[in-house]
């Protein structure tokens, strides 16, 4: 099909060539048309800008072009190249490729705050959300700090944007468990912890049994507060998130299964540990108290 | 010499290709419709009317979604419903005596189907469902004596909501052939009431009076979407042959006319319908229409299912069987029961049907049929089950009830006599294991407890459109994994269903099946919208916004198109997709009990075709695109298998199917609660409820299958 799409394009450039060298430019303003003409034009399977990019994954033949030539293009064939070739670091160099040329702050995107006038031609055009969460998750082990830069600018982009907190504390969690020193550790937990906080906000359960049977949801996030709290042996606020994996998973399962009676026994299991401190606690306490009398 | 001689020719070549070009790009340019013809006009016929000498095709028909049952359809008269309610009874139609105006002040005086050009968005919306569903009802409607579908009384402001009727109230007669109307507002039809023509939907009098495409009406001027043919109701009626044979008594003449046979043959013709464009004004990802006069008739691709075929590979010679394969190849022939096919695509061997081979009859009663008793000869014949992926979500009694006593049932046992099955369930499953093939060979050969296994699974759809296709954003196909152990412990599981309550449409407690749950990659329910006293169009009020939407356990389509991650749920469905723009309400609720309002951009998945402003319609599997998905499947470390006090066992079992959903649950839920009492008509218009859920929502499952084993590792 690519090879067909070529062989029509030289086709089109060689007819093109052969008017145009005849023709001696003898009408300016269809020449200045159609170096107007939007990318992709006439293409059914290249949609376009108006005022949003696409953001999604188009299979990549059918955008029937030889190199990417903007930032959406570039994101593209990054997609093609990381889904389809498993080529990650072309990927990355794509990707990278395309938020230069769609950086808020080389003023060639912008973050839309308004809808006035010109809505629909939006210049600088938006900026891109997909490919920053493309880069940030193929950088998420080898750069977490960058993973997270990115992943902060999609929340400019959206803040409403489900799952990106989520990715963020995957990050901080990383970078918790390449922390060298026990402060740098806390620091980046509690901050996986706040951002967990915030994916929570963002999808709250409906108090309305008319409604749904959901007391909990987001079970992966409950899933990894608890892992951090485990961590950081904060056990009864681990109970805690554990409690709120299992009713998250009441009606929904899990794509790990296994994680629902592991979540049931990793309770038991703490409690007693919760119960061994608080035991070891008791006198200490009952002694303090004693004393101070 | 040679060189002048070789200048001189060069000139002369050049010259003759620009003048070549030149005609053929005149011959290109669009020069508006041909002339209409005159002939003795007649009106549309039901279908009765060919039965005697077609009792095949009538047959055949007679079991196809598109006949009959589409026009009654609890879906499709909800969803029309549900549009309405949104819009205002914009989606109504209105006709050449309508007093109605545009926003601008010029009359509003023709619809989707009757329209000559588009210049004002109301007119696409006008007749918008039904100009498809049934387009020679709407241009019947011109004349008052014969309209089945009146213009609503009030639309915008002025709409009532709870006066409406769904479409298929419309659809009675009594037995002198006057119409006449259920009693109650979408309720029962009368014991004495039979089907009127509209019932039917299409039929036969409304293919084989095509003429031509219709390029002034078609968006992109291609003759594809939105009932962009012209039709003709007369005696001369057109089929495939060329040299058809006379009709006894003239009852109709057949068409000689070779541009009139190409038309009906060519897949052109199915996509004046099977393209789809919603038109809207506020579209974030718009298309504007190519027609002069129509820049202000912006729009999005809904089905998109023609123009998937004319950039794929069977639109051309560049597929495995050499030559273009139609929709009348795989939809009116013998397929998927005429033979097998064994070819190559992305270097896998694959078998599966043949298109193209059509069964060799008699195209009339070879008694009877023809004038001076000329013997009819055995051809190569089309059949008329356009068989799909759609069934009846109805019991035959509903169906009977007003579609004629004779309504066959969706399992109607035996073969018909070219030996296809009469069942239409049984057809449409055959189709869908024809469409898809899966393998899992590139999934990792080995595994370790503790860590990832990659498996992955490479899918190919077989079908001459995208898999699925049609009403893409809600047909539902997708891939149910699981990887266990040896003896049977589940290690991961995508595309999983789970039985729960649905307390928003009555079923308070699980009710132990699984046809009625949605997939785990979203929880959704959508807004069906409440009575208000004074009717307001739009959603403030009248639904179709999430009031409940997170991301579930088996996130894939999120996760693996946005942030590229190889988890989750592989779902082939497109989305339709809302673009809150700043300020707009999500509609629901914070923890603090204040609404979601979007302050930037915020892209959702929303399940209704009213409230989209923009589409994907690339998550759907390409043709003949071998694509593979990864899942890394995290493995259990040995302390957590001690914890659990489990042991693996190799080897590891990959298992993978495809399975096929009719419709989101979610989808049908929100269509029963807005046509209910809780939604803005206040009302219950007995369209669907949990029980027509419950009962007829059947899926087919494992339509394609692969396993494989992986060596679980100690160390």
Redesign the interface.
């Known amino acids: ?1 690519m090879n ?1 799409g070529r062989s029509l394009l030289l086709a089109v450039s060689v ?1 093109s060539l ?2 145009a060298a ?1 023709a001696g430019g003898a009408d300016s303003q269809s020449t200045e048309e159609k170096q107007q003409a939007a990318p992709g034009a006439g293409n ?2 290249y ?2 800008r ?3 990019y ?6 990549y ?2 955008l029937g072009i030889d190199e990417p030539s903007d930032a959406w293009e570039y994101m593209q064939r990054g ?1 093609h190249r ?3 070739l ?1 080529d990650d670091q072309g ?1 990355v160099a794509d990707y990278r490729r395309s938020v230069e040329l769609n950086d808020p702050g080389n003023g060639t995107c912008q ?5 006035g006038e010109g809505f629909a031609t939006l210049d600088p055009p ?1 900026c891109m ?2 490919v920053r ?2 880069l940030g ?2 950088l998420l082990h080898d750069d977490p700090e960058e993973s997270i830069r990115l992943f902060e600018e999609v929340l ?8 990106v907190s989520l ?1 963020i504390a995957e990050a901080y969690v990383v970078e918790a468990e390449e922390a060298t020193d026990d402060i740098s550790k806390k620091a980046a937990y509690q901050n996986a912890l706040g951002a967990l906080d915030d994916e929570l ?4 359960t ?1 108090d309305d ?6 007391r909990a ?4 996030v409950h899933w990894l507060r608890a892992e951090i709290y485990e961590k950081s042996e904060m056990y009864p606020q681990a109970i805690e998130a554990l409690q709120s994996y299992l009713a ?2 009441r ?8 994680r629902i ?2 979540a049931e ?2 309770i038991a ?1 703490l409690q007693q540990a919760v119960g061994a401190a608080e035991a070891v606690r008791a006198p200490v306490r009952a002694r303090t108290r004693a004393s101070r009398n | 010499m040679s060189g002048n001689a070789s200048s001189i020719g060069s000139v002369a070549i ?1 010259v003759l ?2 003048a070549t ?1 030149a005609t053929a790009a005149l011959a290109q340019t669009p020069t508006g419709n041909p002339e209409r013809f005159t002939i003795k006009p007649q009106p549309y016929q039901r279908a009765e009317k060919c039965l005697p000498c077609h009792r095949r095709q009538y047959d055949e028909l007679r079991s196809a979604v598109k006949a009959g049952y589409r026009s009654v359809s609890p879906l499709f008269n909800s969803l029309e419903l549900a549009g309405n309610f949104v819009s205002g009874g914009l989606l109504r139609p209105v006709y050449g005596d309508s007093t109605r105006t545009n926003a601008d002040g010029t009359p509003l005086n023709t619809n989707t189907a009757s329209s000559q050009t588009f210049t004002h968005l109301s007119q696409v919306r006008s007749g918008f469902c039904i100009s498809c569903h049934n387009p020679h009802l709407v241009l019947m409607g011109e004349d008052p004596n014969r309209r089945e579908i009146p213009e609503l009384a009030g639309v915008g402001t002025e709409f009532r909501p709870d006066e409406i009727r769904p479409l298929r109230d419309y659809h009675l007669v009594d037995v002198q052939g006057r119409q006449m109307l259920t009693p109650e507002i979408g309720g029962d039809p009368p014991p004495e009431a039979q089907p009127s023509l509209g019932a039917a939907a299409i039929t036969c009098d409304v293919c084989h009076n095509a003429i031509s495409q219709d390029l002034d009406r078609s968006p ?1 001027r291609d003759g594809l979407a939105n009932g962009s043919l012209e039709l003709m109701p007369s005696l001369s009626k057109v089929g495939p042959f060329r040299f058809p044979a006379p009709v006894k008594g003239n009852f109709h003449v057949s068409s000689r006319d070779p541009e009139r046979i190409a038309y009906i043959q060519s897949s052109n013709f199915c996509g004046s319908c099977h393209d789809v464009r919603v038109p809207g004004a506020s579209l ?4 504007t229409n190519l027609n002069p006069g129509s820049e202000d008739v912006t729009f999005y691709r809904l089905e998109n299912l023609n ?1 998937e075929w ?2 794929g ?1 069977y639109a ?1 010679a ?1 597929n495995p069987f050499g030559k273009p394969i139609r929709c009348q190849d795989c939809h009116m022939s013998m397929f998927p029961y005429g033979g097998e096919s064994t070819y190559e695509v992305g270097g896998k061997t694959i078998t599966s049907p043949t298109p193209g081979v059509f069964a060799t009859n008699f195209a009339a009663e070879p008694e009877g049929s023809t004038e001076y008793d000329y013997q009819l000869q055995k051809r190569p014949v089309a059949n008329h089950y356009f068989t799909g992926v759609d069934v009846p979500i109805q019991s035959t009694e509903q169906m009977r009830a007003r579609l004629g006593d004779d309504y066959p049932p969706v399992d109607e046992a035996g073969v018909d006599e070219h030996g296809v099955p009469k069942s239409l369930s049984q057809r449409r499953e055959d189709l869908l294991k024809a469409a898809v093939r899966i393998d899992l060979d590139k999934t990792d050969a080995t595994a370790r407890p503790g860590e990832s296994l990659m498996v992955r699974a490479t899918a190919v759809a077989l079908t001459g459109h995208r898999f699925p296709s049609g009403f893409s954003q809600e047909r539902t196909a997708y891939l149910e994994l699981t990887v266990k152990d040896d003896d049977g ?6 595309g ?1 269903l ?1 039985d ?2 649905h ?2 449409t009555g079923e308070v407690e699980p009710d132990g099946s699984l046809d009625d749950e949605d997939l ?1 990659h979203a ?1 959704v ?1 959508v807004d069906p919208g409440r009575k208000t006293d004074v009717y307001e169009p739009g959603t403030a009020t009248n639904g179709h916004r999430n ?9 894939g389509p ?8 190889p ?2 749920l592989v779902l082939w469905r497109n ?1 339709l997709t809302r ?1 809150y ?3 707009e309400s ?1 509609g ?4 603090d009990g204040e609404e ?1 309002t ?6 959702e998945e929303t399940f209704s075709a009213a409230f989209a402003n ?1 589409v ?1 319609n ?2 759907s599997l ?1 043709p003949l ?1 071998p ?2 998905y ?1 899942y890394a499947v ?1 493995l ?1 470390s040995r302390e ?1 298998l001690e ?2 006090g ?1 042991e693996l066992k190799t080897p590891l079992h990959v298992h993978a199917q495809v399975n096929f959903l009719h419709f989101p649950p979610l989808f049908m839920r929100f269509l029963a609660r807005t046509t209910g009492e809780q939604g803005p008509g206040g009302k219950d218009f007995h369209l669907v409820d949990e029980k027509l859920i419950d009962d007829f929502l059947v899926n087919v499952k494992a339509v394609a299958v692969a396993d494989r084993t992986v060596e679980l590792l100690d160390e």
């Open positions: 099909m067909r007819f052969l008017i005849i059914p399977n949609p376009a108006n005022p949003f696409f953001e999604g994954k188009i299979d033949e059918l997609i990381q889904d389809d498993e990927a973050i839309v705050e308004s809808v938006p959300f997909t969460l493309r998750y193929l400019e982009i959206d803040p409403l944007r489900l799952e990715l906000a963002l999808t709250p409906v049994e008319n409604l749904s049977p959901d949801n987001n079970s992966h998250a998973s009606w929904h399962s899990d794509v790990l299964p296994w009676p592991l026994k990793k299991k | 050049a290709f620009i070009a992109q974030t990802h718009a298309e123009t004319l950039t590979p051309s560049d412990f589940l290690l991961y599981q995508s999983y789970v729960k309550p307390p928003e785990e929880q329910i009031e409940v939407f997170a991301l579930g356990p088996d996130n999120e996760a693996r198109v946005f942030v590229g991650e988890n989750g989305e673009i723009l700043p300020g999500l629901r609720r914070g923890p979601f979007a302050s930037k951009p915020h892209f923009s994907d690339y998550r390409a695109r694509t593979t990864r995290k259990p957590e914890l659990l489990v």
